[in-house]
Nanobody, 127 residues
Framework: QVHLVESGGGSVEAGGSLRLSCVSS???????MSWARQAPGKEREGVAY???????TYADSVKGRFTISRDNAKNTLSLQMNNLKPEDTAMYYC??????????????????????WGQGTEVTVSS
């Protein structure tokens, strides 16, 4: 089990940018790292995933606007969010999931594994 702490959330106008960061208390080696979000009254949505080898998967809603990256040496995960839209407003969570070889997606589906979540950081985008 690891402790994850997110930061970088805030309020911006549509078209603006934010960079979220997540620091893990433990190693991120061989761990699927991802960001998810949940808006009030909506289901949780996986936003971006990154395998230990750098394989990345994005939700269609953020492709071309968001960039996920990881630094295993520093145990950090980042999410650069550009051209933000009001529909991006949500609580954003950092997730560390222990899956086979740290792979995030297997056969087009999110790989199963024990997951640790951060406390979340709030993003608000105004129109």
């Amino acid at each position: 089990q690891v402790h994850l702490v997110e930061s970088g959330g805030g309020s911006v106008e549509a078209g603006g940018s934010l960079r979220l960061s997540c620091v893990s208390s433990g190693t991120m080696d061989n761990v699927c790292m991802s960001w998810a979000r949940q808006a009030p009254g909506k289901e949780r949505e996986g936003v971006a995933y990154i395998d230990p080898d750098g394989t990345i998967t994005y939700a269609d809603s953020v492709k071309g606007r968001f960039t996920i990256s990881r630094d295993n040496a520093k145990n950090t995960l980042s999410l650069q969010m550009n051209n933000l839209k009001p529909e991006d407003t949500a609580m954003y969570y950092c997730i560390a999931r222990r899956t086979p070889a740290g792979i995030c997606y297997i056969s087009g589906r999110e790989a199963l594994g024990v997951a640790d979540w951060g406390q979340g950081t709030e993003v608000t985008v105004s129109s």
